[in-house]
């Protein structure tokens, strides 16, 4: 009861008496030029009044006595005299009880029931925990994935990233994390996905079990690129909501490079130039700083907890020199890569393993355990470097004891890397890589 009385108290302390407000007086490019916002300050939500009804926006450039304003939506239906209302700084008020819950961009249900307001409201562009405060990386967990109990160990507050082409299975080796990687909380990002796909992944893809501990942000592909960039945010301030409460959190972005895309998009906007590639200077300042906020928690009387996070990148052509994947896989702990050829022969997760690497090695793993995660990868290795000769009939047996080694155990270690974990878990995996290494 006491909760509920605390959450129509902020509910009631967010209704600001009142508010700041001035006049559209130029329209160009889906842009709203301002005036009367006396106090507005850039990145400051506004509240726009058109014949069509009321819509958000984000203030992006001040000149002196008027400001530039991007609306959420495309801005057909505004007018010159239109009222815009100043609402402050861009934050949400998450609660405990936004867990089994799907909400937008802006922290509203979009399940149709009603969302309780938390008590404390939480800025959307937050500063990561002081380096010097935060604790070092901590035990392994368990994934559910044999690959990533083993070969590609997590760790609590780890940073991954997970970078695939469009439909290699990204998506579904998300919902496995979500399901199976031991933490507390999960949130979700659904960065410009699909609408008709949001349903199939929180009822068929993720399912009841996941839900139970989930909460999903999304944003869909046919909305502005504030809301876009702004479902990245959301995400990253809810599962910071969790933490602070001494939680483990995981947090799944899907995807970096739509959130880069809808950056750029807000930057170009706003009259910032383009350069890598066509992305703006501050892309590399926006992806550092949301990736910065994720990892370990700090030091401190209350214990708080730690934001484990995997976050995904579209990589087009597997190109992963391309800007986002650049500038991502420098700031991260370990990268996963996931490779179309290896999807379409059939095996998922698609992943590349002498490609990808876990930087939670070898600290995350015993002695014996390193050992077999060599092993494995220098018969792995062989295998791959000796593939065109031995597909082509062109390899004599006999010829290398490593690569005839390799050859023998392959069929079992490709299968391993696409194996769920035993019910034994950690130790489990294990037991199944030594066997596969046996022969």
Known sequence: MTGLFDGLLAEIAGAAPIRRVGRVIETRRGLAEVAGLDGATIGDRVLIHSRDGAAGGEVLRLVPARCTVLPDASGDGMAIGDRV???????????????????????????????????????????????????????????????????????????????????????????????????????????????????????????????????????????????????????????????????????????????????????????????????????????????????????????????????????????????????LRGVLDGHVILDRRIAERGRFPAIDLLRSVSRSLPEAASEEENTLIGEARRLLGAYDRAELMIQAGLYASGSDPVIDQAIKLWPALDAFLAEAAPASGIAGSFERLRACLKG
Request: net charge neutral.
């Open 85 to 327: 209302e100043l609402l402050g700084k861009a934050e949400i008020a998450p609660d405990d009880s936004w867990i089994g819950r799907v909400v937008d961009a802006t922290g509203r249900p979009l399940d149709g029931r009603p969302l309780m307001r938390g008590v404390r409201p939480r800025a959307l562009r937050a500063a990561a925990p002081a380096a010097v405060s935060r604790r070092r990386l901590g035990g392994r967990l368990g994934t559910g994935v044999a690959v990533f109990d083993t070969l590609l160990p997590l760790v609590r507050g780890q940073r991954i990233g997970l970078f695939a082409g469009s439909g290699v299975g990204k998506s579904s080796l998300l919902a496995r994390f979500a399901r199976g990687v031991e933490a507390d909380v999960v949130v979700i990002a659904l960065v410009g996905e699909r609408g008709r796909e949001l349903r199939e992944f929180t009822e068929r893809v993720l399912g009841p079990a996941g839900m139970a501990r989930s909460v999903v942000v999304t944003a869909t592909s046919d909305q502005s690129p504030l809301m876009r960039r702004m479902c990245a945010l959301t995400a990253m301030t809810v599962a910071e909501h969790f933490r602070d409460q001494g939680l483990h959190v995981l947090l799944l972005v899907d995807s970096v490079t739509r959130f880069a895309e809808a950056h750029r998009e807000v930057a170009l906007a706003g009259g910032e130039g383009a350069s890598l590639r066509g992305y703006p200077p501050s892309l590399t300042q926006a992806i550092m700083g949301l990736a910065e906020r994720a990892g370990p928690g700090p030091d401190g009387p209350g214990g708080a907890g730690d934001i484990t996070a995997v976050f995904s990148v579209l990589v087009a052509g597997s190109d992963m020199d391309e800007p986002v994947a650049d500038i």
